[in-house]
């Protein structure tokens, strides 16, 4: 039981365009969301977060929307750069931060 | 400013044997927990940490057991490992707020890697 999902396993992009992750989830309870991105051999850097209170937050190139009612969040870059190339992780608080994280989407920035 | 670290950076231990893995927190931060990454999957919720007694815990068997120590480091045990068991292991630390269910954004390690043969 995968309560939240991407659905899209890889995204490529062409740099300078703008990149959009798609994340759903299950759990009404669920009250704040995150994304996380990785690179290979490293462990997830936490990238930014929205509270079950707001539909949108923004920090330099990256924006993040929530849709309670459809229980679907995104994730926007804009504009991509090669450098955001990585694995990026749809999270979902349960509490004290524990999380419930997606399986991922890897998103491909070429020059 | 010292992030999580974590160690070792790879194991390799058989079928039935017992392995500790070692975690210490981002400095300034009071919680710890741990999470397992299959191939192919996301980070899933093992346990979590706070003053020293498990809080929370994922549908782990018990054969996954913790400790966290009074200087907030943690060690994650598990015993009579499985071929199933070989996984990226994430440390990752926060800090307690009061009066809110969401603590600080979780830092997360570099991982252990275990393979079990």
């Known amino acids: 039981d995968q309560q939240v999902k991407q659905n899209s396993p890889s995204l490529s992009v062409q740099e300078g365009r703008i990149s959009i992750l798609n994340c759903d989830y299950t759990?009404?309870?669920?009250?704040?969301f995150l994304w996380y991105k990785k690179y290979p051999a490293e462990g997830p850097t936490f990238l930014i977060s929205?509270?079950?209170?707001?539909d949108k937050n923004e920090d330099g190139r990256f924006t993040v929307f929530l849709n309670k009612s459809a229980k679907h969040l995104s994730l926007h870059i804009v504009p991509s750069q090669p450098g955001d190339s990585a694995v990026y992780f749809c999270?979902?608080?349960?509490?004290?931060?524990?999380?419930?994280f997606g399986k991922g989407t890897m998103l491909l920035v070429s020059p | 400013d010292a992030g999580v670290t974590q160690s070792p950076t790879h194991l390799i231990k058989t079928r039935g044997q017992q392995v500790t893995l070692r975690c210490s927190p981002k400095?300034?931060?009071?919680?710890v927990s741990w999470y397992q990454q299959a191939l192919g999957q996301g980070p899933q919720f093992i346990f979590q940490y706070y003053e020293e007694e498990e809080r929370q815990r994922g549908n782990f068997p018990d054969r996954f057991s913790g400790h966290q120590f009074p200087n907030y480091s943690s060690e994650l045990n598990v015993n009579a490992l499985l071929l199933g068991d070989s996984a990226l292991y994430l440390c990752a630390s926060s800090l307690f707020q009061a009066g809110s269910s969401y603590n600080s954004p979780l830092h997360f390690g570099n991982g252990t890697r275990l393979t079990v043969t």
């Open positions: 999270a979902a608080n349960s509490g004290y931060s524990t999380l419930t």
């Open positions: 929205i509270s079950s209170i707001k």
């Open positions: 759990n009404s309870m669920f009250d704040y």
């Open positions: 400095s300034g931060h009071d919680t």
